[in-house]
C-alpha cells in the first residue's frame, strides 16, 4: 500500500433542548478533514473544521465557535528545512460569539482569538552536524572461566 497519501476525518452530533423559544434545540453537525501528502523531499498538509454551536454548562450563555482551516506546504533535504503554513487565511469571520438570551436580560459578545484569525507562517531552519559519532562498546560483563555454584551462561 503506497502510504504517501494519509487522510483521517470525523463526524460529531450534538444537541441541546432548551426552554428559550427562539432556540428549542441548539447544536448541530461537527466534522472534520485532515489530509496530508508526502513525497520525496516535500510535504504537503491540510485540515479543516467546521464550526460548531453549542451551550455552556450552567445553560444561560449561548456559544457559536466559526470554522477553521489549514494549509501547509513543506521541504527537507540535507540539513536544509523550510515550510510555510496559511491558516483561516481566506475567511472573513475571525470571532467567536457569546450570548446570553432571556426575558430579563441580554447580552453578546464577540470573543477574538488567534485560533479563528488569519495567520502565515513561513520557518526556515538549517540544521548543524556537530560531529558526534556513537561508539558503540561490546564488553563481556562475566567471567566464565570461574567455578562458582550459580547458574552460568552456557558456553
Not at 43 to 72: A, D, H, Q
Not at 83 to 109: A, W
Request: with cysteine; net charge positive; hydrophobic share 25%.
Amino acid at each position: 500500500m503506497n502510504r504517501n497519501l494519509q487522510l483521517s476525518g470525523g463526524v460529531g452530533y450534538n444537541t441541546t433542548k432548551t426552554n428559550d423559544e427562539q432556540r428549542k434545540r441548539w447544536g448541530g453537525f461537527r466534522y472534520s478533514l485532515d489530509l496530508m501528502y508526502s513525497s520525496g523531499i516535500f510535504s504537503f498538509s491540510g485540515s479543516y473544521m467546521s464550526g460548531i454551536k453549542g451551550i455552556e454548562f450552567t445553560g444561560s450563555c449561548y456559544s457559536e465557535v466559526p470554522r477553521c482551516y489549514n494549509l501547509s506546504a513543506s521541504y527537507s533535504k540535507g540539513c536544509w528545512y523550510a515550510s510555510i503554513e496559511l491558516d483561516n487565511v481566506f475567511e472573513s469571520k475571525h470571532y467567536g460569539k457569546e450570548y446570553v438570551n432571556s426575558p430579563v436580560y441580554r447580552r453578546t459578545v464577540s470573543i477574538k482569538s488567534w485560533e479563528y484569525s488569519p495567520l502565515v507562517t513561513f520557518k526556515l531552519s538549517y540544521n548543524i552536524d556537530l560531529g558526534h559519532k556513537k561508539i558503540e562498546h561490546v564488553e563481556e560483563l562475566f567471567d566464565k572461566s570461574i567455578s562458582t555454584g550459580y547458574l552460568r551462561p552456557k558456553e
